[in-house]
Structures are given as C-alpha cells and as structure tokens.
Nanobody
Framework: QVKLVESGGGSVQSGGSLRLSCAASRYIGATYCMAWFRQAPGEGREEVAK???????TYAESVKGRFTVSHDSAENTLTLQMNSLKPEDTAKYYC??????????????YGQGTQVNVSS
C-alpha cells in the first residue's frame, strides 16, 4: 500500500499564492505518474496538473501559466505552486499516484485532500 499525504492548503485572497505538497510513502516503480486533482462542491473532479516519471508535465487549460507542478525525487514529494489564484480555484485538491501502462496513467492511490479557498 502507498500512502499519500497532502499539505499546504489554506485561504488566500484573489491574486495570492499557495504551495501544495504531496508526500508519497514509497515509489511504485520506474514508470509512474503523479497528479493534482481538484473538486469543488457540486462539480466534477478535474485533473489540474500531472507529472510523469520522464519529467513530462501537463496542465489543465484553466491553470496554465499560473500553476507549476514539480517532483522532488529524493523526498518523493509532488509540489504544486499556485500563483495568481482566482476564486474559481477554490476546491479540495487531491494528490494521485499510479503506474503508466501503454502510455496511459492509471491512478491507483489518492490522498485525503487539502482545501484551498480563494476569496475575491
């Protein structure tokens, strides 16, 4: 079993910044993907940013240019730097981890989530 522990959520005003971290208890193999998802009340889950083990990163259009995802291999920690936050970024943010099979990311592990609130 793998445990993912998120931290760094909180409340900020529009235009502010937050940094989320997700610590994984162990590696699951040489090829893996880690991502941040978010879900607002009454909304579906959205993949915000993804990091693949080949260091490829992808972002949702809604956060491009504002959010940066990175991975510290020594600490096995995924970080999401969120700048220029908007009220519509308000959601619970979840970390996910899984293997890559045939170029497809299959998330198997999820964290408990951390709340981000952005006020106007």
């Amino acid at each position: 079993q793998v445990k993912l522990v998120e931290s760094g959520g909180g409340s900020v005003q529009s235009g502010g910044s937050l940094r989320l971290s997700c610590a994984a208890s162990r590696y699951i193999g040489a090829t893996y993907c880690m991502a941040w998802f978010r879900q607002a009340p009454g909304e579906g889950r959205e993949e915000v940013a993804k990091f693949d083990s080949d260091e490829t990163t992808t972002y949702a259009e809604s956060v491009k240019g504002r959010f940066t995802v990175s991975h510290d291999s020594a600490e096995n920690t995924l970080t999401l730097q969120m700048n220029s936050l908007k009220p519509e970024d308000t959601a619970k943010y979840y970390c996910a981890l899984g293997p890559i099979y045939y170029h497809k990311c299959l998330y198997e592990y999820y964290g408990q989530g951390t709340q981000v609130n952005v006020s106007s």
